[in-house]
C-alpha cells in the first residue's frame, strides 16, 4: 500500500502537510522511525535503524 524504501521499511506521504511518516511492522506493533519535513535530507534518518 505505501512505498518500500527500505527491506522493511515504508514510506506514507502526506499530502496535505509537508511530511512523510517512515514506519516498519513488526508483529502486531507498528514502529515510527521518523516524521520526515519534504524539505530535508531525505536519508537523515537511516541511522535511526541500526
Given at each position: ?10 514510506k506514507?506521504?502526506?499530502n ?12 502486531d ?9 519534504h524539505?530535508?535530507n ?9
Open positions: 500500500m505505501f512505498i518500500k524504501v527500505k527491506k522493511d521499511i515504508r506514507c506521504i502526506i496535505k502537510f509537508p511530511f512523510n511518516i517512515l514506519y516498519s511492522i513488526e508483529g506493533i507498528i514502529l515510527v522511525i521518523a516524521i520526515a519535513h524539505h530535508r531525505p536519508d537523515y534518518w537511516i541511522d535511526r535503524i541500526n
